[in-house]
């Protein structure tokens, strides 16, 4: 009959909550990655709208009246 030593088992415990909090940790660190990519895409495209919405805004109509008189050739 074998007796299973109390370290032993102990070993083992330890070995498992260890394994268990690598991956624990492997999991944040992988959901901090795709966080941090999808903050970088979000922050590409708030950027590109922008722009573009700075080139709508400050492209003249072609309804829009200038106080400048037209260039006219003399009479």
């Known amino acids: 009959m074998r007796i299973i030593q109390p370290?032993?088992?102990?070993?083992?415990?330890?070995?498992?909550?260890?394994?268990?909090?690598l991956i624990l940790l492997a999991l944040v660190f992988s959901f901090i990655f795709a966080n941090m990519n999808t903050l970088s895409t979000l922050h590409?495209?708030?950027?590109?709208?922008?722009?573009?919405?700075?080139r709508r805004i400050n492209q003249p109509s072609p309804y829009a009246s200038t106080n400048s008189p037209s260039a006219q050739a003399p009479k």
């Open 7 to 21: 370290t032993n088992h102990r070993k083992r415990e330890d070995g498992l909550a260890t394994i268990l909090m």
């Open 44 to 54: 590409n495209d708030v950027k590109r709208v922008e722009q573009r919405q700075l």
